[in-house]
């Protein structure tokens, strides 16, 4: 049901084609994106962070370091344009980040 693509390492999935299999893409996107961790960000629960950690003590995570943020959002819109039909990634590429997607 699900591989991963040899170039990237991101999970694919069954593909979005339409409306009709949505809820199933759906279902299923969700449990990989939370495996692979990107589901906070896509989902919105983890917004970007406005800067980067100002104590060298404190941890870069992806809570507290925009590029860190960035970095899992580059990975969470790979995986969307690679799980979708071909037809619908105009939808998404005016898309500055997953959350956005």
């Known amino acids: ?6 170039l990237t390492g991101i999970p694919a999935v069954l ?4 409306q009709n299999n949505y809820h199933t ?3 299923t996107s969700r449990i990989i994106l939370t495996y692979i961790g990107c589901w906070d960000l ?3 629960v983890t917004k970007r962070p406005s800067s980067e950690p100002s104590n060298a003590d404190t941890p870069r995570t992806i809570s507290n370091s925009p590029s860190e943020w960035d970095r899992i959002s580059n990975k969470a819109l790979s995986f969307l344009v690679m ?5 619908l990634i105009l939808v998404i590429s005016s ?6 997607a």
């Open 1 to 6: 049901m699900s591989s991963s693509s040899s």
């Open 15 to 18: 593909k979005l084609m339409d």
């Open 25 to 27: 893409w759906k279902g």
């Open 42 to 44: 896509v989902s919105g």
């Open 83 to 87: 799980n979708i039909d071909q037809s």
């Open 95 to 100: 898309c500055e980040n997953a959350a956005q």
